[in-house]
């Protein structure tokens, strides 16, 4: 584009200098000669004003046209140059009329706009095929437009390319993205099963810590109730211990008060001794000898006989005893009715 830009610049210098005006008319004549001496000094704005006064003269003359566009191109308004060398369009000189449509193609050259310069300048080719400047200008409209075309596919290839970065880096975001999902799941899984795994060793310390709590409690239960059954068979122990004292002491006390009694009364103890023997001999004697049982009515005259004497023999013997009889007292005892 630098290039076109060059080339571009090098095409204003190719402009047909303004014609000379023939009029019958000294004074216009005069104005076109001035502003072309102008145009020649580079006065374009001067040249520009002094071709003007001769439009307002002389309107339908179309050099005054083609120079006043020459004006105008010089001073960078090219569209306005070409509205004033369409308006010079009527030249019948051959020289004219070709310069005429090379600068028309120059200000559509000048814009940019390639494609529109190229009838023209084969038209001023058409006029004169060994105009060198319209065929150099129509090559370089040419060139541009190829380079437009080439820059336009360039444009459209980077495009394409941008756009198919822009998918492989969109599906290179996306793989990326379910790559990290996927990673972010079977971290999630991974972290679940870890965490699952810790709450299940968890549970089971706390299990194992109830079971030996369970143990404790019940070893401590167990030797609460060893202590117990030690203290109750301790407490048993001094009891029997104490009933054991207190009834040493009973029996040393009562022993003690026999001997106590059995200093104060040695007769009375001496006699009692000696009725309780006399008691016992006597239940001894009196006693009878068990005998078989017999049923009444069934025993013979001699079993009966025996049993008689036997119980003759377990009496005591009789002793007659006197009696004194209370005195006999009469008394009346009065009625009641």
Same mark, same amino acid.
């Given at each position: ?19 000379l005006?023939?009029?019958p ?39 005054v ?19 004033a060398?369409?308006?010079?369009s ?9 310069e ?7 200000t ?25 400047d ?13 380079? &437009?075309? #080439? $820059?336009?596919q360039?444009?459209?290839? +980077?495009?394409? !390319? @941008? %756009? *198919? /970065?822009?998918? =492989? ?8 993205d379910?790559?990290?999902?996927d ?11 870890d ?20 143990d ?13 059954? &030690?203290? #109750? $068979? ?5 009891k +029997?211990?104490? !009933? @054991? %004292? *207190? /009834?040493?002491? =009973? ?20 006699q ?8 016992q ?6 006693q009878?000898?068990?005998q ?22 377990s ?9 004194e ?7 009346q005892n009065?009625?009641?009715w």
């Amino acid at each position: 584009m630098k290039r076109l830009t060059a080339i571009l610049a090098g095409v204003c210098l190719l402009a047909s200098f303004p014609a000379l005006a023939f009029d019958p008319f000294a004074r216009e004549q005069e104005n076109i000669r001035a502003g072309n001496q102008n145009f020649s000094e580079q006065h374009f704005d001067q040249a520009l004003d002094l071709y003007e006064q001769a439009e307002q003269e002389v309107e339908q003359e179309p050099r005054v046209h083609f120079n006043r566009g020459a004006a105008l191109f010089k001073l960078g308004r090219p569209k306005e140059a070409r509205e004033a060398y369409l308006r010079a369009s009527g030249l019948d000189d051959p020289q004219m009329k070709k310069e005429n449509y090379y600068n028309i193609g120059n200000t559509f050259l000048a814009e940019g706009a390639y494609q529109d310069a190229i009838p023209y300048f084969r038209r001023a080719l058409e006029i004169d095929p060994g105009f060198d400047d319209a065929r150099y200008n129509l090559e370089l409209a040419l060139a541009a437009i190829k380079q &437009q075309q #080439q $820059k336009q596919q360039d444009q459209k290839s +980077d495009k394409q !390319d @941008q %756009k *198919d /970065q822009k998918d =492989q880096k969109e599906n290179q975001d996306q793989k990326k993205d379910e790559q990290q999902k996927d990673e972010k799941k079977e971290g999630e899984k991974d972290q679940g099963q870890d965490q699952k795994e810790q709450e299940d060793q968890k549970k089971g310390d706390q299990k194992d810590q109830k079971e030996q709590e369970k143990d404790q409690q019940q070893e401590q239960q167990g030797q609460q109730d060893q202590q117990g059954q &030690q203290d #109750q $068979k301790d407490q048993q122990d001094q009891k +029997d211990q104490q !009933d @054991q %004292k *207190d /009834q040493q002491g =009973q029996q040393d006390q009562k022993e003690q008060e026999k001997d106590q009694q059995a200093q104060k009364q040695p007769g009375q103890q001496d006699q009692q001794g000696d009725k309780k023997e006399q008691k016992q001999q006597e239940q001894q004697a009196g006693q009878p000898k068990p005998q078989p049982q017999k049923i009444p009515g069934q025993l013979s005259q001699a079993e009966f006989r025996d049993l008689l004497d036997s119980m003759r023999d377990s009496e005591k013997p009789f002793q007659m005893h006197k009696f004194e009889l209370p005195e006999y007292r009469q008394q009346q005892n009065e009625k009641d009715w």
